[in-house]
């Protein structure tokens, strides 16, 4: 019982990210980003590395990439310690083609190995869109 209310609450809160609108694009977030790990520091060597990792997605044929607006950490304290806000997620659209599909899997793929979970396209995919997120 325990279990279908965890997996219920994981569905609502990843069905809550695909649905937020005010995402900005992740490029254009990065570049304007003071910050010099603004993206998941634990994955990344810095912003420049995020800003390489998210142009991959594109020329793979990601529609759409943006940071995930729940995801983006912009207290005071930290702009001033870092520069800028921190995101430690971001949210792909996926193209129509399915080569491109494909490719943009095995990307999600190695990320979610690196996490220590699996990424399932049959799962993982929701309203055309992937969350992908660093811990």
Same mark, same amino acid.
């Given at each position: 019982?325990?279990? &279908? #209310? =965890?997996?219920?609450?994981? $569905? &609502? #809160? =990843?069905?809550?990210?695909? $649905?937020?609108?005010?995402?900005?694009?992740?490029?254009?977030?990065?570049?304007e980003n003071q910050n010099k790990h603004a993206l998941?520091?634990?994955?990344?060597?810095?912003?420049?590395?995020?800003?390489s990792f998210?142009?991959?997605?594109?020329?793979?044929?990601a529609v759409k990439v943006v940071i995930s607006s729940d995801s983006i950490y912009k207290d005071k304290d930290r702009i001033e310690k870092?520069?800028?806000?921190?995101a430690d997620a971001i949210v792909v659209t996926m193209p129509s083609s399915e080569s491109q599909k494909a490719a943009l899997f095995e990307i999600f793929k190695q990320e979610a190995i690196s996490q220590g979970i699996e990424f399932n396209s049959e799962t993982d995919v929701k309203n055309n869109k992937v969350f992908i997120w660093w811990d």
């Open positions: 019982m325990l279990k &279908i #209310v =965890v997996i219920i609450l994981i $569905f &609502i #809160v =990843v069905a809550f990210f695909f $649905f937020k609108s005010s995402s900005p694009e992740a490029n254009t977030w990065l570049e998941a520091g634990n994955r990344f060597a810095g912003t420049e590395d995020a800003i998210v142009n991959k997605l594109y020329d793979l044929g870092e520069g800028g806000p921190y």
